[in-house]
């Protein structure tokens, strides 16, 4: 079982960075793939960007491309999501997801397996 742990929220001022971080424990996470989502109030999650296995395969949301990058780092069993140019529409809670099948950039939120609790990120304009 996978435990997965987000950091790195918090306040961010428009136009600025911040940069999350999914740590994973109880388990390796080479072979999956990783996503973040995030929920805002009133609305359902959804996928902001994921990475398969390898890294050989990215998606992103068209409301973040351009903006957000995801990494994984598999041997340290992380995944960081870098957030520039940030606006206040990105206001949610972001959760890191793994899913264990994991040979493409998963969008499915049914598809993922397991969840961190999630952080929140605020910006202000």
């Known amino acids: 079982q996978v435990q997965l742990v987000e950091s790195g929220g918090g306040l961010g001022q428009a136009g600025g960075s911040l940069r999350l971080s999914c740590a994973a424990s109880?388990?390796?996470?080479?072979?999956?793939?990783m996503g973040w989502f995030r929920q805002a109030p009133g609305k359902e999650r959804e996928v902001v960007a994921s990475?398969?296995?390898?890294?050989?395969?990215?998606y992103y949301a068209d409301s973040v491309k351009g903006r957000f990058t995801i990494f994984r780092d598999n041997d340290k069993k992380t995944v960081l999501l870098q957030m520039n140019s940030l606006k206040p529409e990105d206001t949610a809670v972001y959760y890191c997801?793994?899913?264990?099948?994991?040979?493409?950039?998963?969008?499915?939120?049914?598809?993922?397996?397991?969840w961190g609790q999630g952080t929140q990120v605020t910006v202000s304009s």
């Open positions: 997801a793994a899913d264990i099948a994991g040979y493409t950039a998963t969008t499915d939120y049914d598809a993922y397996d397991f």
């Open positions: 109880g388990g390796s996470i080479a072979s999956y793939a």
């Open positions: 990475i398969s296995w390898n890294g050989g395969r990215e």
